[in-house]
């Protein structure tokens, strides 16, 4: 199995082609799991580590930057030249304390946000620093403009987003350069073949601006592993039932018309001699826009499908038939 490289958007930084993603590490998985994972997706050529702030997912303010210290700890243990073989990448914004500005992309809380995050990773510096979400109540300039100090600080390598609106990334991106301002050169937005919705305008923002693309959730929370049926009560310990984000993960994939599409999708996978894990993100990587998919896993044998999509040719007949069996995924609501 070998895992290729690429760039991150225009940027000169390369990463491999399969990301992975943390917001399993202190909660669903406990840290000798979570450096198992860590392991075997290095193993796998995987060198780009994505986590946040706010991380394990489905936890409390009091359980914030969990995470970060499980990576930190296991970057240690790779030796001197452990941490350069990675590009680690984290988010801010969401809360991670008990005061009121404790949260959001304001400059007094990304200044202060970069230092804790550096510190429980135990670097002097993340390769990619990123807004998990837009703050509406902050102005974009003054994000921008703290954002810019972390980067000519040395704290920050480059700087992305996540969950943004295409109008309110092309503001910013305006912005940063009637400013002069550090330019953001990514983005991590939700992607699958059960969410499409990405296709229709921050996509071809993306592919127009030259941004990195490292899409979160390709399978679906892991509806799209096939090991959920319909009908059926979600597994404890999951994504489906993790305090708050449970919640989430339900509202977003639970549903008739999600399974059926599995269903569907599963049959195309048999038909194939393929897992659909495997099927599902190789999808994703076929976009010529997309960077890096986000792999998540809350055991290191979860990660031998999804690794496999980086060796795995996706015929052009069989895309065509995922893409038309999920068109209505680039609509947003269900056909009425």
Do not use: C
């Not at 920050?156 to 550090?182: C, D, M, P, Q, W």
């Not at 899409?215 to 993790?242: C, I, S, V």
Request: aromatic share 6%; net charge neutral.
């Amino acid at each position: 199995m070998s895992i290729p490289t690429t760039r991150l958007g225009r940027t000169g930084l390369t990463v491999s082609r399969l990301a992975l993603g943390t917001m399993t590490f202190g909660l669903q998985t406990d840290e000798a799991v979570s450096h198992q994972i860590l392991d075997k997706a290095a193993e796998g050529g995987i060198n780009f580590l994505d986590t946040a702030d706010v991380y394990p997912l489905g936890g409390t303010v009091e359980t914030t930057g969990r995470t970060e210290e499980i990576i930190g700890r296991w970057l240690q243990k790779q030796g001197s030249a452990g941490r350069r073989r990675f590009v680690v990448a984290t988010k801010a914004v969401g809360k991670v304390g008990p005061n009121s500005w404790d949260q959001g992309a304001s400059r007094k809380h990304l200044l202060d946000a970069i230092d804790a995050s550096l510190k429980r990773l135990q670097t002097d510096h993340v390769d990619l620093y990123q807004l998990h979400s837009d703050d509406r109540e902050t102005p974009l300039e003054e994000s921008l403009e703290a954002l810019d100090v972390i980067v000519k600080s040395g704290r920050a390598r480059y700087i992305g987003v996540s969950n943004f609106l295409a109008y309110r990334l092309a503001r910013a991106l305006g912005k940063a350069e009637l400013h002069k301002l550090t330019r953001y050169v990514s983005v991590q937005p939700r992607y699958s073949l059960l969410f499409r919705e990405i296709e229709r305008e921050l996509l071809p923002l993306v592919g127009e601006e030259g941004l990195g693309v490292i899409p979160y959730n390709p399978l679906a929370g892991g509806l799209l592993t096939g090991k959920y049926k319909p009908g059926a009560t979600p597994e404890e310990n999951t994504r489906f039932t993790l305090g708050t984000a449970g919640g989430m993960y339900q509202d977003r994939y639970w549903n008739e018309r999600s399974f059926n599409t599995v269903t569907q999708l599963h049959q195309l996978a048999d038909e194939a001699g393929v897992p659909l894990a495997t099927l599902a993100v190789a999808w994703v990587m076929a976009n010529p826009l997309i960077t890096a998919p986000l792999l998540g896993a809350s055991r290191p044998e979860q990660l031998d499908a999804t690794l496999a999509a980086a060796d795995y040719k996706l015929d052009p007949a069989l895309k065509q038939k995922l893409d038309e069996l999920t068109a209505e995924y680039r609509k947003g609501d269900a056909p009425r």
